[in-house]
């Protein structure tokens, strides 16, 4: 029941009113009325995910769009009942933007996960929005923060008022910043540009009462100085505002009509009312005259509530006030029923209103006496030919003006309830007849006298299966406002809150599964709270949840999958079921968990398909898991080819190291002394970021590559380096006669790890060259049973490369 909050703050005083609404003159220019609350009932049905929503600011934009702001709104498509599913989601506030008839939601958070277009950062605070204007490249917005102090609807409080901008035209939100405006007044009921200065109106609530305060700014930044009206000067200190008149909503409209101030607000010195109003200054400071009734919505009379008001001169057509309500009802099923309540209406009506000349007199011997039971009796002498309208001011909670009491005023007496004990009322009286309505009568006072209100009665309880308690009493005579209080008997907890409600009934929870609860009423009324009601018991029950409808499911390129399914209820949390189909697993295995409508897997096989299924779960268990989804594992090779491959000889082989994300590599490469023009890649991959390459051709130079691979693939490789093999053959070689017929073979080693092979021919004899069977380790190598008086010739071999020849001859 959180959108009572939005209910409730701009309705702690209304009434019923009995005004019909003027007729609207055909004109050509401007948007109707009716076609405006056409719009938004349209694009609540069809848009898919904007049901409905309450406040209904506009703002008009330099490119020709109309940038629609709202704060408690739900998101969804209403059943095909027209109810609104109870799994809708709500947020605190957000934006329509619209261009000729096509309307487009923006929201905070991301499409898969929408939020406040204007967030907190703690769960207890939320931003409802006020009025804003258009500041170079961007829309500033006056938001007012609200902290919740319990369960209740009504359990809340100013926090404070924060400027928030949203980017053109792109209305992405940007930095929020707080203003120092404390936490008396919401600011932002109306933002208005005149005169070199813009005005911005806000609400003080205080009690039962509301009432209307002013600041200003120098020019168009709101981020500038402020200033504060004190009811005689303009001062800078916050403390000094001063009430303009009381009887407002949290939002209103103040405009230049012609040489005066218009200000048109739902009328909220009653409670319930289903009138809208309108007063009049010369200027923005006032004095305010009025009321001037103006409309009365005929929603009241279906049992819902209005409330909160907002002019659209700019849409309106010529001759004419455009003025938005919001519509919401007490009886959270009855909301639920019909998405269509919960949608902003509009109205219009000429304006100045035409007044006749002769008008009947007003009454005289008007007096009015309280009767005791929280009521007030006033008579008159009445008069053939006339019928009556009597009005109030309640003199101690500081109402400015006389508000219009609904109900008959026939035979010269009336009787109006709903007084608050020991405060001061005056009462007056009009007559009306076909010319119109007189002036006021003169005034009658009245100190109320009002009992505490009797306990409430016939206290019922009835648990849904969803966790909440339903509570529901018997009509307590002049009582609106009831306060709940709970215990868990199971737990053995003591008594605590539930917050406050309107009307005879209260939705409690959720509560604990299995547990029983002890519920109690207090009736608030004009005298006082009464004693708590009779206790009554309820045992709590939480069905498990039903089966969340079929998944989606992406394969990611990371090789885990997204899935996303639509919500079952608000405040559920989720168990995510895997199984490898690949495999033929028929094991789920233990759960995944998520507390919103999205999961990510770990990780997965790649081209593996797997399946999936989604449970919800609440305090009564895991309910019904949902139909299955397949999806196969998809890994992307890696993107990025290594970075800084460097290539070191060390010895017989090559030192390779880079830098890398990825754990698995390919060497390749290609021998640029032997002319090869292909790369060839190693056959053992590489785990790290470094290898050592051996069989390699001394003396030869090489090109070197390295790339990351996956299950996914290979990625790009490497800008290739360059490195030449240490040489193996052997320096100074010489050879010397040792005796007859033997020589010895000397030389220089370049490394210690070669074994030569020794070739050598008989020159003189004309021999081809013959390699020595045995490998020669070490730097020397005998010859022996050589012919003497023959030249010969010797070199080494080591791999494919000879040394140069040295010849002696043999003594």
Same mark, same amino acid.
């Given at each position: 029941m959180r959108w009572l909050l939005a209910v409730w703050l701009s309705v702690v005083l209304l009434g019923f009113g009995a005004a019909a609404p003027a007729s609207t003159p055909p004109v050509s220019a401007g948007t109707s009325a009716a076609d405006l609350t056409t719009m938004f009932q349209r694009f609540g049905?069809?848009?898919?995910?904007?049901?409905?929503?309450?406040?209904?600011?506009?703002?008009?934009?330099?490119?020709?769009?109309?940038?629609?702001?709202?704060?408690?709104?739900?998101?969804?498509?209403?059943?095909?009942?027209?109810?609104?599913?109870?799994?809708?989601?709500?947020?605190?506030?957000?934006?329509?933007?619209?261009?000729? *008839?096509?309307?487009?939601?923006?929201?905070?958070?991301?499409?898969?996960?929408?939020?406040?277009?204007?967030?907190?950062?703690?769960?207890?605070?939320?931003?409802?929005?006020?009025?804003?204007?258009?500041?170079?490249?961007?829309?500033?917005?006056?938001?007012?923060?609200?902290?919740?102090?319990?369960?209740?609807? #009504?359990?809340?409080?100013?926090?404070?008022?924060?400027?928030?901008?949203?980017?053109?035209?792109? !209305?992405?939100?940007?930095?929020?910043?707080?203003?120092?405006?404390? *936490?008396?007044?919401?600011?932002?009921?109306?933002?208005?540009?005149?005169?070199?200065?813009?005005?911005?109106?806000?609400?003080?609530?205080?009690?039962?009462?509301?009432?209307?305060?002013?600041?200003?700014?120098?020019?168009?930044?709101?981020?500038?100085?402020?200033?504060?009206?004190? +009811?005689?000067?303009?001062?800078?200190?916050?403390?000094?505002?001063?009430?303009?008149?009381?009887?407002?909503?949290?939002?209103?409209?103040?405009?230049?009509?012609?040489?005066?101030?218009?200000?048109?607000?739902?009328?909220?010195?009653?409670?319930?009312?289903?009138?809208?109003?309108?007063?009049?200054?010369?200027?923005?400071?006032?004095? !305010?005259?009025?009321?001037?009734?103006?409309?009365?919505?005929?929603?009241?009379?279906?049992?819902?509530?209005?409330?909160?008001?907002?002019?659209?001169?700019?849409?309106?057509?010529? +001759?004419?006030?455009?003025?938005?309500?919001?519509?919401?009802?007490?009886?959270?099923?009855?909301?639920?029923?019909?998405?269509?309540?919960?949608?902003?209406? !509009?109205?219009?009506?000429?304006?100045? %209103?035409?007044?006749?000349?002769?008008?009947?007199?007003?009454?005289?011997?008007?007096? @009015? #006496?309280?009767?005791?039971?929280?009521?007030?009796?006033?008579?008159? %002498? @009445?008069?053939?030919?006339?019928?009556?309208?009597?009005?109030?001011?309640?003199?101690?909670?500081?109402?400015?003006?006389?508000?219009?009491?609904?109900?008959?005023?026939?035979?010269?007496?009336?009787?109006?309830?709903?007084?608050?004990?020991?405060?001061?009322?005056? !009462?007056?009286?009009?007559?009306?007849?076909?010319?119109?309505?007189?002036?006021?009568s003169a005034v009658a006072p009245m100190t109320a006298t009002v009992p505490p209100p009797p306990a409430p009665s016939l206290v019922q309880a009835e648990p849904d299966n969803a966790g909440k308690v339903t509570l529901r009493w018997a009509e307590v005579p002049f009582v609106q406002l009831f306060k709940i209080n709970y215990r868990d008997l199971t737990a053995g907890s003591p008594r605590r809150p539930a917050g406050a409600y309107p009307g005879q009934s209260a939705t409690v929870g959720p509560l604990r599964h299995g547990h029983e609860y002890e519920f109690t009423v207090v009736a608030v009324g004009g005298g006082g709270d009464s004693k708590p009601s009779a206790g009554v018991r309820a045992k709590v029950v939480v069905a498990p949840p039903p089966a969340p409808a079929m998944p989606s499911a992406q394969a990611r390129p990371d090789g885990t999958v997204q899935l996303s399914w639509p919500a079952v209820a608000p405040g559920l949390g989720y168990r995510i079921y895997q199984r490898d189909a690949t495999t033929g697993n028929a094991d789920w295995g233990p759960p995944g968990l998520a507390s919103t409508t999205q999961f990510r897997s770990r990780p997965l096989h790649h081209g593996r398909e797997y399946e999936f299924v989604v449970a919800a779960v609440n305090d009564g268990g895991e309910g019904a898991r949902s139909p299955v989804v397949r999806v196969r594992a998809e890994l992307a090779p890696p993107g990025d080819a290594p970075t800084r491959l460097r290539a070191e000889p060390r010895g017989p082989a090559v030192e390779l190291t880079w830098r890398s994300r990825a754990t698995w590599h390919w060497v390749f490469r290609r021998d640029l002394t032997a002319g090869e023009q292909q790369f060839t890649r190693e056959e053992v991959a590489v785990q790290g970021t470094e290898a050592t390459l051996n069989n390699l051709v001394a003396g030869h130079e090489y090109e070197l590559r390295v790339a990351a691979f996956n299950p996914g693939g290979v990625g790009p490789q490497t800008d290739p380096v360059r490195v030449k093999v240490s040489s193996a053959l052997p320096t100074n070689l010489a050879v010397a006669a040792t005796g007859p017929g033997s020589v010895r073979l000397t030389w220089r080693e370049t490394r210690t790890d070669v074994l030569y092979r020794v070739q050598m021919r008989d020159a003189t004899a004309g021999e081809q060259w013959r390699t020595d069977p045995y490998p020669v380790d070490g730097n020397k190598h005998d010859a022996f049973m050589l012919a003497a008086g023959h030249r010969y010739e010797f070199r080494l071999q080591v791999d494919d490369l000879t040394t140069g020849a040295v010849g002696v001859t043999v003594s």
């Open positions: 049905d069809t848009s898919g995910n904007w049901l409905g929503a309450d406040r209904t600011a506009s703002v008009p934009l330099p490119d020709g769009r109309t940038l629609w702001l709202f704060s408690d709104t739900f998101l969804g498509r209403p059943d095909p009942d027209g109810a609104r599913p109870r799994s809708a989601a709500l947020i605190h506030n957000s934006a329509v933007v619209q261009s000729g *008839d096509r309307l487009e939601l923006v929201t905070g958070g991301s499409p898969g996960r929408p939020a406040s277009l204007v967030s907190t950062d703690s769960d207890d605070e939320f931003h409802w929005i006020g009025d804003a204007a258009v500041r170079s490249d961007e829309v500033q917005v006056l938001v007012n923060r609200y902290r919740r102090t319990g369960p209740g609807p #009504l359990d809340h409080a100013l926090a404070g008022t924060e400027l928030a901008t949203l980017a053109l035209p792109t !209305f992405a939100a940007g930095r929020t910043r707080e203003l120092p405006l404390g *936490d008396k007044v919401s600011w932002g009921s109306e933002v208005m540009a005149d005169g070199g200065y813009t005005y911005v109106y806000g609400t003080e609530a205080a009690g039962q009462m509301k009432f209307a305060h002013l600041a200003r700014v120098r020019g168009t930044d709101l981020a500038g100085a402020w200033e504060f009206w004190t +009811g005689k000067a303009w001062s800078s200190r916050v403390e000094q505002s001063s009430r303009l008149l009381s009887g407002v909503g949290t939002s209103y409209g103040v405009r230049r009509v012609g040489d005066r101030y218009v200000l048109v607000t739902h009328e909220n010195n009653l409670m319930f009312s289903a009138d809208f109003v309108a007063y009049t200054a010369a200027a923005p400071t006032g004095p !305010f005259e009025g009321p001037h009734y103006l409309f009365s919505a005929p929603e009241a009379g279906a049992g819902h509530v209005v409330y909160d008001a907002d002019l659209h001169l700019d849409l309106a057509q010529p +001759g004419s006030l455009l003025v938005s309500y919001n519509v919401n009802d007490l009886d959270e099923a009855v909301a639920y029923s019909d998405a269509s309540i919960y949608r902003p209406r !509009f109205f219009s009506l000429a304006w100045p %209103p035409r007044l006749s000349k002769k008008l009947p007199a007003p009454p005289a011997g008007v007096a @009015a #006496l309280p009767d005791g039971a929280g009521t007030a009796s006033v008579t008159w %002498p @009445a008069e053939g030919g006339l019928s009556y309208r009597v009005y109030r001011r309640d003199v101690t909670a500081g109402q400015t003006h006389f508000v219009r009491l609904p109900g008959e005023a026939a035979n010269g007496t009336f009787r109006s309830e709903f007084l608050t004990n020991g405060n001061k009322y005056e !009462f007056g009286v009009t007559a009306v007849d076909k010319r119109g309505e007189s002036a006021l």
